[in-house]
């Protein structure tokens, strides 16, 4: 067993198919496949069903993944220590985001990271703040933003607090109250909210502002999109709640803000195992604009 068969078991995995696999690869397929098949002979296992029309995990390869994933993020790890030992950052950056990130301008992080940097390959995610915190347990991202409600703990990870912003509520600009200086949610308890999926951490953030003012409101559309949730807005669907700073960036809708509002903290997490001399490098540039907000 070596790590190039197991780069190839997995981006076979990852892409379901053995001609984008060797693509991503840069071999030709059927060296990508004697390999592969190479490893299963060893193994005594097969690691794919192969169709013609369809490729996937048996058991067995589900067992191996994880352990391969592993190995080659530990030989990545390897490589980029012995360059960081002699003062050159190499490796990977991988990062995610949440769509509604505030706080701090990633873009212009990341812009300014590589040119300091130039080694580094940097890749950018966004999902939501369980998905981002799932991933960087799995160490498929080093770093993330997220955004939680007030008090909420992030197990298991290392974080930085950025930033804590008030919710304010989303109004189309004809509504009846869209030239109120401030609003309480007993104004517009009665209307049907836009709002991120039941369950998701940016839904219990709005969820909670009602629950601690002993009200019950009704979700009309249940969006992943910032974007679109603001589109529905705008078009006089309903109203949301969002957290102020981002909300105020978000054409056609009047932000406004509420009395009795609960809050979303921005933080910047990575792996209590250790992050690689990109992601520690990431982190110090990171934080360097938050040097009064303490971690945890």
Known sequence: MDLQQLRYVVAVAELGNFTRAAERCFVVQSALSHQVAKLERELGAR??????????LTQAGTALLPAARECLAAAERARAEVYAASGEVRGR?????????AAADVPALLRAFRQEHPRVRISLLTSGSDDLADQVRAGALDVAFLGLAEDVE???????????DPLAALLPPDHR??????????TIVAEDFVDFPAGTTGRVQADRAFLAAGLERTVAFEITDPQIMARLVTEGLGVALLASSYAVRLPGVVVIPVVNTSYRVEHLIWSRLGPTPAAEAFIARVSTGFESTPAS
Not at 47 to 56: E, G, K, N, Q
Not at 93 to 101: H, R, S, Y
Not at 154 to 164: D, E, K, V
Request: no cysteine.
């Open 47 to 56: 690691l794919f069903h192969r169709t013609s029309r369809s490729v996937a």
């Open 154 to 164: 992030i197990p298991g990870l290392n974080s930085r607090p950025l930033a804590r």
């Open 93 to 101: 950056l991988a990062v995610g985001m949440i769509p509604t990130a």
């Open 177 to 186: 109250l869209s030239t109120r200086k401030r609003i309480r949610l007993e």
